[in-house]
């Protein structure tokens, strides 16, 4: 902590001397919103013992307090994201200063400074703690290289650490990007289609080298809008496997969906399959789904049956300031 206060300090002067030297740079504003997220949900065993609990998306807790905020000029800036869950702790998933010395090249330092290329499902380097150096030479390529924080000894850099990130974003076509953890051996290839109108096609591949053996994962989603009705499938494989599994058996999921949107209320419902361990532990869930919104009000529901004989219900309300 002592460090990244550090760094952000001098990020912070770096920025006023970046924005005192611009005369003709706008003055920098704060922006700032934030939410209030509470919710139920209700699970019942396979006997119908049912049991209630507060809820909040990420994890069983009370509800959730965000509070986001940015701070930018033409050359240097910043942004925040704290939250409390449980209203017993306060945390962050950004807080991080930045300054453009030219307009190529971004240096960043801080937590949750933002990937050049943040894969579909993964999304590794987005949300690092560390230094970072973005380039962007032409339109659509943009480089990284990020150094995690708590690897600078009194002696040396420990590049062995370090993330290494590019991306390619084709107007109207594709973007493809690349993420390489060279600390934990963790490689990330994402792609990410738009060509053709109203279809979403997004695709990842990530090879884990450790621990040994290697193992990958492999995710797909394919969505594709006809008018107010949405159809989607999301597939899932991997290589790592389960205690029971033969050596040769991934693990697998498939769920296809449909929602439908109408002027306030999407409507929707899934079918999932998962194959974790072999076919004797392969299992299913249906559901149904609905989001609503008013003005800055959302709500959301959600009904869901398992093959094990479970069932949950559960509602969210988030309401954004």
């Given at each position: 902590?002592?460090?990244?206060?550090?760094?952000?300090?001098?990020?912070?002067?770096?920025?006023?001397?970046?924005?005192?030297?611009?005369?003709?740079a706008?003055?920098?504003?704060?922006?700032?919103?934030?939410?209030?997220?509470?919710?139920?949900?209700?699970?019942?065993?396979?006997?119908?013992?049912?049991t209630?609990?507060?809820?909040?998306?990420?994890?069983?807790?009370?509800?959730?307090?965000?509070?986001?905020?940015?701070?930018?000029?033409?050359?240097?800036?910043?942004?925040?994201?704290?939250?409390?869950?449980?209203?017993?702790?306060?945390?962050?998933?950004?807080?991080?200063?930045?300054?453009?010395?030219?307009?190529?090249?971004?240096?960043?330092?801080?937590?949750?400074?933002?990937?050049?290329?943040?894969?579909?499902?993964?999304?590794?380097?987005?949300?690092?703690?560390?230094?970072?150096?973005?380039?962007?030479?032409?339109?659509?390529?943009?480089?990284?290289?990020?150094?995690?924080?708590?690897?600078?000894?009194?002696?040396?850099?420990?590049?062995?650490?370090?993330?290494?990130?590019?991306?390619?974003?084709?107007?109207?076509?594709?973007?493809?990007?690349?993420?390489a953890?060279?600390?934990?051996?963790?490689?990330?290839?994402?792609?990410?289609v738009?060509?053709?109108?109203?279809?979403?096609?997004?695709?990842?591949?990530?090879?884990?080298?450790?621990?040994?053996?290697?193992?990958?994962?492999?995710?797909?989603?394919?969505?594709?809008?006809?008018?107010?009705?949405?159809?989607?499938?999301?597939?899932?494989?991997?290589?790592?496997?389960?205690?029971?599994?033969?050596?040769?058996?991934p693990?697998?999921?498939?769920?296809?969906?449909?929602?439908?949107?109408?002027?306030?209320?999407?409507?929707?419902?899934?079918?999932?399959?998962?194959?974790?361990?072999?076919?004797?532990?392969a299992?299913?869930?249906?559901?149904?789904?609905?989001?609503?919104?008013?003005?800055?009000n959302?709500?959301?529901?959600?009904?869901?049956?398992?093959?094990?004989?479970?069932?949950?219900?559960?509602?969210?309300?988030?309401?954004?300031?």
């Amino acid at each position: 902590m002592k460090k990244l206060l550090i760094v952000l300090l001098a990020l912070t002067v770096i920025g006023v001397f970046a924005f005192a030297q611009d005369e003709a740079a706008p003055a920098a504003a704060l922006a700032w919103s934030g939410s209030v997220q509470t919710g139920f949900k209700l699970i019942a065993d396979s006997d119908n013992n049912v049991t209630g609990q507060l809820w909040e998306s990420n994890n069983p807790s009370p509800g959730s307090i965000w509070l986001d905020g940015t701070f930018a000029g033409t050359n240097a800036g910043g942004k925040f994201e704290i939250y409390t869950k449980a209203y017993d702790s306060i945390s962050s998933d950004a807080l991080f200063g930045w300054w453009k010395p030219i307009s190529m090249i971004t240096l960043s330092a801080g937590e949750g400074y933002g990937a050049a290329y943040t894969t579909p499902y993964e999304g590794n380097g987005s949300g690092g703690t560390g230094f970072q150096i973005k380039v962007a030479p032409i339109d659509g390529l943009v480089f990284a290289i990020d150094y995690p924080f708590g690897k600078v000894t009194a002696t040396d850099l420990d590049f062995s650490t370090v993330q290494i990130q590019a991306s390619y974003a084709a107007k109207d076509l594709l973007t493809v990007g690349v993420n390489a953890d060279l600390g934990t051996k963790v490689y990330n290839v994402g792609v990410n289609v738009v060509a053709v109108p109203n279809l979403t096609a997004q695709v990842e591949f990530k090879y884990l080298m450790d621990p040994d053996p290697a193992s990958y994962r492999a995710e797909e989603y394919f969505a594709y809008a006809m008018g107010a009705l949405k159809p989607a499938i999301w597939i899932y494989e991997s290589s790592v496997k389960g205690a029971t599994a033969a050596a040769d058996d991934p693990a697998f999921g498939v769920k296809p969906s449909i929602t439908y949107a109408m002027a306030s209320v999407t409507p929707g419902a899934y079918f999932q399959y998962n194959a974790a361990v072999g076919d004797a532990d392969a299992a299913y869930s249906l559901g149904v789904n609905a989001a609503m919104t008013v003005e800055k009000n959302a709500i959301y529901l959600y009904a869901d049956y398992q093959s094990a004989k479970t069932w949950d219900l559960g509602l969210r309300y988030i309401v954004s300031f």
